[in-house]
Nanobody, 115 residues
Framework: VQLVESGGGLAQPGGSLRLSCAASGFTFSSYVMTWYRQAPGKERELVATITSAADRTNYADSVKGRFTISRDNAKNTVYLQMNSLRPADPAVYYC?????????WGQGTPVTVSS
């Protein structure tokens, strides 16, 4: 089982980044996918979730209207489009896959917001 995040890096305030998470080793289309983030010294925060069929999404209040989670089950990939980035957004972003008691995590990709 692998979840490999990519797309993190440096963005300016107000800028955008698109994170990707490529999955392998399990039936991706059956799993709920979630992006979390954790900044240094802070608790892990759920950012966005998408159901297996992509018919429902859920967002943290702090990112609503700015971030969009999506998935492509044909490509076994989940995305997080991050727009209007703010100084509060920098963190390591992790994707997770969950199906009942099965729970997988990626290694994370760092996001920095600075001018």
């Amino acid at each position: 089982v692998q979840l490999v995040e990519s797309g993190g890096g440096l963005a300016q305030p107000g800028g955008s980044l698109r994170l990707s998470c490529a999955a392998s080793g399990f039936t991706f289309s059956s799993y709920v996918m979630t992006w979390y983030r954790q900044a240094p010294g802070k608790e892990r925060e759920l950012v966005a979730t998408i159901t297996s069929a992509a018919d429902r999404t859920n967002y943290a209040d702090s990112v609503k209207g700015r971030f969009t989670i999506s998935r492509d089950n044909a490509k076994n990939t989940v995305y997080l489009q991050m727009n209007s980035l703010r100084p509060a957004d920098p963190a390591v972003y992790y994707c997770t896959a969950r199906l009942t008691y099965r729970y997988y995590w990626g290694q994370g990709t760092p996001v920095t917001v600075s001018s």
